[in-house]
């Protein structure tokens, strides 16, 4: 929490089942810190009783509020592809497929009649119950209207805003000497961002990426940079950041956003770690503290075994000294 530092960041979220079969979400911060370094920090695991959009909505809630953080923070997030399909989208099927039903009673093509039109989803198949893959076909079949009509709103959705967000980030890269560098663009990308910059600051950026630019192709130390996180890291260093301080707000903004889920899905690989089926009576609290002591190690590496030993003597008086 200190390494974010009131800053923004994005949310990467994954859920899976224990060797308890309780589900678990896991949670990976994404930001950049004070020494402009791209950082993803795994946050710890929550307990879900339920896979449902509201459920999810309700323990990323009390994760930002455990932590004093606050949702005006979060800038982007990521979920698993399975995840999102049954979160967001079962809800979005549910009542696509109930206004097609509602609209069919009403014109007269659907019949009504006792236990005819109830409400149906789209059951999550089982690992060895062949007769739940069979369930999961028909009930597709039964919704293929709707499915299909999610699949075209998701992919218009992402030709109109992803692409263009992805093409006017491609102009903050660095490589080939800011060869993709363009102000239009860049200037573009602000306005997805209405609340990071005030009127006055986005009239204020067209006159800073041009005294940007030239600032930093001149620097011989900003020839050789690859990727964006070199960038904001040399940036701090040479303490340009505070100069072209709208350009540098860009750029983090931009590095806060994640094209993947693998920090997530490395989280479960610990998780059968700590929690195995011989220790599978860990409580979610202690799980979740071991996970992060385990994936986060590089953070105590500083802490010695006598602080450890002193810090547990003194919670409580115990029989004998450690």
Not at 136 to 141: A, F, G, K, S
């Amino acid at each position: 929490m200190e390494e974010i530092d009131h800053g923004v960041l994005g949310l990467m979220v994954d859920e899976s089942a224990d060797v308890s079969n309780k589900e678990q979400m896991a949670v990976v911060f994404r930001f950049v810190d004070k020494s402009g370094l791209v950082k993803e920090r795994f946050v710890g695991v929550t307990h879900v009783k339920e896979t449902s959009s509201l459920s999810l909505k309700s323990a990323v809630d009390d994760l930002f509020a455990k932590h004093w953080l606050s949702l005006k923070q979060l800038r982007g997030q990521g979920y698993d592809g399975a995840i999102v399909a049954y979160f967001k989208r079962k809800d979005m099927l549910l009542d696509m497929n109930r206004k097609r039903v509602e609209e069919g009673i009403d014109s007269g093509d659907i019949n009504t009649g006792t236990r005819q039109n109830q409400e149906i989803s789209l059951p999550r198949p089982g690992n060895t119950r062949w007769g739940s893959h069979y369930i999961t076909l028909l009930r597709l079949v039964e919704l293929f209207p709707s499915v299909i009509e999610i699949l075209e709103k998701l992919n218009d959705r992402f030709t109109e805003v992803n692409t263009d967000l992805l093409i006017c980030m491609a102009s903050l890269s660095p490589a080939s000497s800011f060869g993709e560098f363009d102000k239009s663009k860049l200037l573009r990308l602000v306005k997805f961002y209405p609340d990071d910059f005030s009127f006055g600051e986005r009239l204020s950026m067209e006159h800073q990426l041009g005294i940007y630019i030239d600032n930093i192709r001149n620097d011989e130390r900003f020839k050789n940079l690859k990727n964006l996180g070199d960038l904001s890291r040399l940036m701090v260093e040479t303490k340009k950041h505070l100069v072209h301080h709208l350009v540098y707000r860009l750029l983090k903004l931009v590095l806060t956003l994640h094209v993947a889920t693998a920090s997530v899905e490395r989280c479960f690989s610990a998780m059968k770690l700590v929690k195995t089926a011989t220790r599978n009576r860990i409580g979610d609290e202690f799980l979740s503290d071991c996970l992060v002591c385990y994936i986060e190690n590089e953070l105590f590496e500083p802490v010695t075994n006598e602080t450890v030993m002193n810090r547990f003597q003194s919670m409580r008086e115990r029989r004998i000294h450690l």
